[in-house]
């Protein structure tokens, strides 16, 4: 049983995605960070960096495995299953670098965006740098879609990771009909029944 430490932030909702779009049975434990729940020290005995999510694997005979970062947990899921990260050395380090990608530009980007936007008029060369970034970021992972039907060969972790960030678009200030291949994709994963699961689980426990 897999013990799932979260919150409804687009961080935490890769791994509620994760876990539903492979049906494995999982507690979800909520970490409200408004609150500082985070800073606990039970949390902090899961994760010594205070982020979320974070998840402890329990195996049979008392054995325990627990896994932070959000890419790390999805790499973690793929290998233990077999599903969304491929084997072959090929693909696989397609859906690593597009993984990559996100952990690395898309999420750092998206998410200075999210926090200076509120503070436009206090911090205005913030803004438009990071607003400026997430544009370009758009266009790479637009141009990457007009081509493919998902960030790699097949639907993978790579898309799980980058789905959330792109659900909160109201928040980056562009207009979707710029990037049409990127809209494409959304709403194909968006219609997956276990990503409308994955949204929404942290909110509804």
Same mark, same amino acid.
């Given at each position: 049983?897999?013990?799932?430490y979260?919150?409804?932030?687009?961080?935490?909702?890769?791994?509620?995605?994760?876990?539903?779009?492979?049906?494995?049975?999982?507690?979800?434990?909520?970490?409200?960070?408004t609150?500082?729940?985070?800073?606990?020290?039970?949390?902090?005995?899961?994760?010594p960096?205070?982020k979320?999510?974070?998840?402890?694997?329990r195996?049979?005979?008392g054995?325990?495995?627990?896994v932070?970062?959000?890419?790390?947990?999805l790499?973690?899921?793929?290998?233990?299953?077999?599903?969304?990260?491929?084997?072959?050395?090929?693909?696989?380090?397609?859906?690593?670098?597009?993984?990559?990608?996100q952990?690395?530009?898309? #999420?750092?980007?998206?998410?200075? /965006?999210? %926090?200076?936007?509120?503070?436009? +008029?206090?911090?205005?060369? @913030?803004?438009?740098?990071?607003?400026?970034?997430?544009?370009r970021?758009? #266009?790479?992972?637009?141009?990457? /879609?007009? %081509?493919?039907?998902y960030?790699? +060969?097949?639907?993978?972790? @790579?898309d799980?990771?980058?789905?959330?960030?792109?659900?909160?678009?109201?928040w980056?200030d562009?207009?979707?009909?710029e990037?049409?291949h990127?809209?494409?994709?959304?709403?194909?994963?968006?219609?997956?029944?276990?990503?409308?699961r994955?949204l929404?689980l942290p909110?509804l426990?």
């Amino acid at each position: 049983m897999i013990d799932l430490y979260t919150w409804l932030t687009s961080n935490g909702r890769k791994a509620t995605i994760m876990l539903e779009e492979l049906g494995l049975p999982y507690n979800l434990h909520p970490i409200n960070i408004t609150n500082g729940e985070q800073f606990s020290s039970e949390f902090m005995a899961i994760n010594p960096n205070s982020k979320i999510p974070a998840i402890v694997d329990r195996q049979e005979g008392g054995q325990s495995y627990s896994v932070f970062e959000s890419g790390a947990i999805l790499m973690y899921l793929g290998d233990k299953t077999g599903c969304f990260f491929p084997t072959g050395h090929r693909n696989r380090y397609m859906v690593i670098q597009w993984l990559m990608f996100q952990m690395g530009g898309v #999420g750092p980007m998206f998410g200075q /965006l999210h %926090h200076f936007r509120t503070r436009q +008029d206090e911090a205005p060369y @913030a803004y438009d740098r990071y607003h400026k970034e997430t544009k370009r970021l758009y #266009g790479v992972l637009n141009e990457r /879609l007009a %081509h493919h039907e998902y960030l790699a +060969d097949d639907y993978s972790i @790579a898309d799980i990771a980058t789905f959330p960030w792109v659900f909160r678009n109201e928040w980056h200030d562009v207009d979707f009909k710029e990037y049409p291949h990127l809209k494409r994709w959304y709403d194909d994963v968006y219609e997956r029944p276990a990503v409308q699961r994955g949204l929404w689980l942290p909110k509804l426990k």
